[in-house]
């Protein structure tokens, strides 16, 4: 049985997406947001090599992990002491690529090509994008970051194809909501585009990912209001001509 552990290395964000309850308020947890400290990590990842699950890791439950001070430190150590995944199966990294250097990303290809671990540890990274246009970045991210982030992936994505590298796979999330469903098919074809281009084979999903390929995913909005924003994904990606089940909710169980 397999087990998913979430150990969040920090509840603050440097953006503020709409749609994100913790850019809402200032103590997410019901405490002020703070960054986890160096010997937490270190007792909190010791503590995974007594479970009898097998571990699914990731370093992220709300806030933005990778504005972490010392992420990197973090997550080298992480895989640093996994050797034969005596801590963890599969580790998951989410994302909003703001913070992503050349340096980074090359660090994180590094480390899923890691020796003394099985080669699909490092299974995901997990951008979270929801736009096209810089204008409607702005709108639902609650910054203007749109071409900085872009670069970010669109770097990352060569430094894995330049290297040969099979993992991290990456998810390139969009969720449908009112200011970035007009452009759903210019975020499909951009990236598209871009993964043909680097010869990667990739799939769309309007549901959870499952298959480990590249997946450029379409998600549904979480709110008050879930009838309506379940019906605006359904619309939007029938719009975009896949096939999917005719109806007002296109998601499992599973999904979140
Ligand atoms: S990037 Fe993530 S944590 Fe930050 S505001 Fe957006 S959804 Fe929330």
Redesign the pocket.
């Known amino acids: 049985m397999e087990i998913h552990v979430n150990l969040e290395l920090t509840d603050h ?5 709409g ?2 309850s ?2 809402l308020r200032d103590d997410a947890h019901g405490v002020p947001k703070r960054f986890m400290p160096w010997e937490t990590w270190k007792k909190a990842l010791a503590g995974l090599a007594d479970m009898e699950e097998e571990v699914h890791l990731c370093p992220h439950w ?3 992990p990778t504005i972490h001070p010392e992420f990197d430190r973090f997550v080298e150590y992480a895989f640093a002491v996994n050797q034969q995944n005596r801590l963890f199966r599969e580790f998951k990294l989410h994302t ?1 690529a703001v913070v992503f250097s050349e340096d980074r990303s090359r660090l994180l290809v590094d480390l899923a090509q890691a020796s003394g671990q099985l080669e699909d540890t490092f299974r995901w990274v997990h951008f ?1 994008v929801d736009a096209f246009s810089p204008e409607a970045y702005s709108l639902v ?1 609650g910054a203007d970051r749109r071409e900085q982030v872009y670069q970010n992936i669109h770097r990352f994505l060569e430094i894995r194809n330049a290297r040969g590298a099979r993992w991290p796979k990456v998810t390139l999330a969009f969720v449908v909501q009112p200011g970035n469903d007009h452009e759903a098919g210019d975020f499909l074809r951009h990236w598209q585009g871009t993964l043909q281009g680097l010869g990667c084979e990739s799939r769309v999903t309007w549901d959870w990912p499952h298959e480990l390929l590249d997946t450029i995913y379409f998600r549904p909005l979480n709110t008050g209001d879930q009838i309506t924003a379940d019906r605006l994904h359904a619309q939007t990606i029938q719009s975009l001509g896949l096939t999917v089940p005719k109806t007002d909710r296109l998601r499992s169980a599973e999904s979140f």
């Open positions: 964000c440097n953006i503020k997406c749609m994100c913790q850019s709300l806030g933005e909003n979270s991210k």
